[in-house]
């Protein structure tokens, strides 16, 4: 038993010292340390009391020699208590502390003012129950009923913290994150966290607990048992019990740490996809660039050859602009689809949104721009410099499709729903035809009888905002305007 609970903290330590910085690790932590502090300090307590040798003997195989040690070392009683108080304390406030923390579900002002209540509970009940403590308070109020009343008050309090956990997380779980891993995590959590609850509430469902009475001797007291009035239940199976519990947390901590793991497979998993769907893309710009090369280099020669010619000289330049020109367009879409690595980050949907309006005011454009920001904060996992572009793009379409209307207008708006970021990109631009909508963001697909158009950017936009596990959708009616969509999901 040792051996396993050595186990589990050194697995605990090096799946997550190295994300100490977040406060749902550091909750972690004392979830798994009021577990095991609780059950040490608590089967050290027993060893005062020859009747439960049999229970740490068939749980420890302690030897009659080992157990003689125990109960002749006399651990002092007083602090054997204070440390199983201190470890239940800690475990209740750890688990309400860990569903706020990892949820996120208050703001930073909030979860302060949350944890300072947490703080003061758990300072209250650990002085309350001090052995020390109560005796003085004992016998500074001498009332029975008033002091019954407090300890009432305290177990109401923990039950509360367990109810408000568990909300938490499941109210999480089913109304706000729209991302599967997060989702699925979530679940683990509940799933684990119940069981582990369980097996504590049944061998601790009474403590903390008054251990220790005053006797009719000044300065000599007696120590109590646990009040174990379902022994014929428990001692059988509680070796087993602990054995699952460690387990539990064993499985805990290695689901917990899998977010960071998931999160770096899965921008591989994007980066993969992404140059899968681009492949072919780069195979074609490849085999282009060395059309427009050539062509550029039989310009060249003709118009050494022909320099008396005016008409065939005005001729071969605007060949080799136009040439140039489809060059640079080529570099810079297969620029656009290299740099595909996702670096997802928490951040306020706000941000690459401002950045992206920021960015199209600079240039000079012919329409008014009106931006509607959100009036709620939202938070999404969001690569700032990809989804900013991706954004750009939607904006820099709708303000070229403007550029013949004198009263062009761009309608940006930001708002959530039903646990999803949205943005909302609207112009009263020309529209796009119904037959065309479907291969809005197939690549190469375009509208624009340009040679610097390459339908590029719409398709970029979607891979983008799908590796944000986002979507987007469109819609559009001729002389009358498009909309995009985007859905970010609110973490």
């Known amino acids: 038993m040792l051996f396993v609970t050595l186990v589990l903290l050194i697995f605990t330590i090096l799946f ?44 420890f195989d302690f030897s009659p020699g080992t157990w003689n040690y125990l109960v002749l070392t006399k651990f002092n009683p007083n602090w054997l208590i204070r440390m199983l108080n201190v470890g239940v304390g800690l475990f209740y406030c750890s688990l309400l502390g860990f569903a706020i923390a990892f949820t996120r579900s208050l703001s930073l002002s909030k979860q302060r003012f949350v944890y300072g209540g947490i703080s003061l509970f758990f300072i209250i009940e650990t002085a309350y129950y001090d052995p020390a403590f109560h005796i003085v308070l004992s016998n500074w109020i001498n009332n029975l009923l008033f002091l019954n009343t407090i300890e009432i008050a305290l ?21 706000y994150p729209k991302i599967r891993f997060i989702k699925n995590l979530t679940l683990y959590h509940v799933l684990l966290f119940i069981p582990l609850v369980v097996i504590h509430l049944f061998i601790f469902s009474w403590a903390p607990k008054v251990l220790v009475k005053e006797t009719y001797l000044k300065g000599y007291f007696n120590y109590l048992q646990p009040p174990l009035g379902y022994q014929s239940i428990l001692l059988p199976v509680f070796p087993f ?64 050859r022909h320099q008396a010619d005016s008409e065939s000289l005005y001729s071969l330049d605007l060949i080799l602009q136009s040439s140039q020109s489809a060059l640079t367009s080529i570099n810079e879409a297969a620029d656009k689809l290299k740099n595909m690595n996702l670096n997802l980050q928490p951040m306020s949907v706000d941000i690459p949104v401002g950045q992206a309006i920021a960015r199209l005011s600079e240039q000079v454009i012919s329409c008014q721009i009106d931006y509607s920001p959100g009036t709620l904060p939202a938070t999404s996992y969001i690569d700032s410099g990809h989804l900013t572009e991706a954004i750009y793009n939607l904006l820099l379409n709708a303000s070229e499709s403007l550029q013949f209307r004198e009263d062009g207008r761009i309608v940006v708006e930001r708002s959530q729903q039903n646990g999803w970021a949205l943005i909302r ?25 340009s040679v610097n158009n390459w339908g590029i950017g719409l398709s970029y936009c979607h891979k983008i905002i799908l590796g944000h596990d986002g979507k987007i959708v469109v819609e559009s009616k001729e002389d009358v305007g498009t909309t995009f969509t985007v859905f970010l999901p609110i973490i």
């Open 241 to 304: 019990a602990i054995y699952l519990t460690l387990i539990l947390m064993i499985y805990l901590v290695y689901k917990f740490n899998s977010i960071e793991n998931y999160r770096k497979n899965r921008d591989i998993q994007i980066n993969k996809s992404i140059d899968t769907a681009t492949l072919g893309t780069r195979a074609f710009t490849h085999a282009l660039k060395n059309h427009l090369i050539g062509i550029q280099s039989e310009a060249t020669y003709l118009k050494e």
């Open 16 to 59: 997550t010292y190295k994300k100490l910085n977040h406060a749902s690790t550091r909750f972690m932590y004392g979830i798994i340390i009021g577990w095991v502090l609780s059950f040490v300090s608590f089967t050290l307590y027993l060893s005062k009391f020859n009747y439960y040798f049999n229970v740490i003997h068939s749980f």
């Open 155 to 175: 177990m109401s309090l923990r039950y509360l913290i367990l109810f408000v956990a568990f909300g938490v997380l499941i109210n999480y779980y089913l109304n």
């Open 425 to 449: 990109i609207a112009d009263n631009g020309p529209g796009v035809p119904e037959e065309h909508l479907e291969a809005i963001f197939d690549p190469f697909f375009t509208t624009k009888a």
